[in-house]
């Protein structure tokens, strides 16, 4: 079957790191993606990783081991703004699943001052 | 550029009743999607349409039907709507046809169904 795992709530301080991880278990794997969604608020997109590595943007950062089928998004310098829930997510190309993605259950990150 | 747009943002329905919830998308995107999300969970994908004039099941299609009315509009029907369907739905969009990794999505239609 196809499934993510990701913890289902990490708490840290403001200024912290933090580290969110995503393990999964696909047919087959087209890259990991990360999102962010606020309360009350819709997904947006954070990042994409297609190849081993990490990809960094600012503050945050994703890294990819598909030989380990896991992959974290890490969160430097903390702010208050940034308690949300995260939510990694993999395109599995094999069967009927290649225009769709396979969603994680999602991180609730909630920071303390 | 409005991005993806959803109406209406909140509903109320009877068991029973019908209704359309509706998506646009302003960024000349070729797939789009329709999902759930229930308290604390994560989305579940009901309906996709990887390009204009093609529409497909996901993870959870019972009870619903969808229409893709031109490469804009993506529309999601309720034919009898019950309890169990009382949910957040997001509409997203994505640019490139099988590749769905970078989704934008609406700001979500919250029904509740009595």
């Known amino acids: 079957g196809q499934s993510l795992e990701q913890p289902s709530e990490v708490t840290a301080v403001e200024g912290a790191i933090v580290q969110i991880n995503c393990t999964y278990q696909t047919s087959g794997f087209y890259g990991l993606s990360w999102y962010q969604q606020h309360d009350g608020g819709a997904p947006t997109f954070l990042s994409y990783n297609a190849l081993d590595g990490l990809e960094e943007t600012g503050r945050f950062s994703s890294f990819l081991s598909r030989s380990d089928s896991y992959g974290y998004l890490l969160l430097q310098e903390l702010q208050m703004k940034d308690s949300a829930s995260y939510f990694c997510?993999?395109?599995?190309?094999?069967?009927?699943?290649?225009?769709?993605?396979?969603w994680g259950a999602g991180t609730k990150l909630i920071i303390k001052p | 550029n409005a991005g993806v747009t959803q109406t209406p943002k909140f509903q109320v329905l009877k068991t029973g009743q019908s209704m359309t919830l509706q998506c646009a998308q302003d960024m000349n995107h070729n797939s789009m999607y329709w999902y759930r999300q229930d308290p604390g969970m994560g989305l579940r994908l009901i309906y996709y349409s990887a390009s204009e004039g093609t529409t497909d099941k996901g993870e959870v299609p019972n009870g619903y039907n969808v229409s893709r009315l031109n490469k804009r509009e993506f529309s999601l029907r309720l034919e009898s709507a019950a309890p169990s369907q009382t949910s957040v739905y997001f509409c997203?969009?994505?640019?490139?046809?099988?590749?769905?990794?970078?989704?934008?999505f609406g700001p979500g239609t919250r029904l509740t169904v009595l």
């Open positions: 997510a993999v395109r599995d190309p094999v069967g009927d699943s290649n225009y769709q993605l396979i």
């Open positions: 997203a969009s994505s640019k490139i046809p099988g590749q769905p990794n970078e989704q934008f």
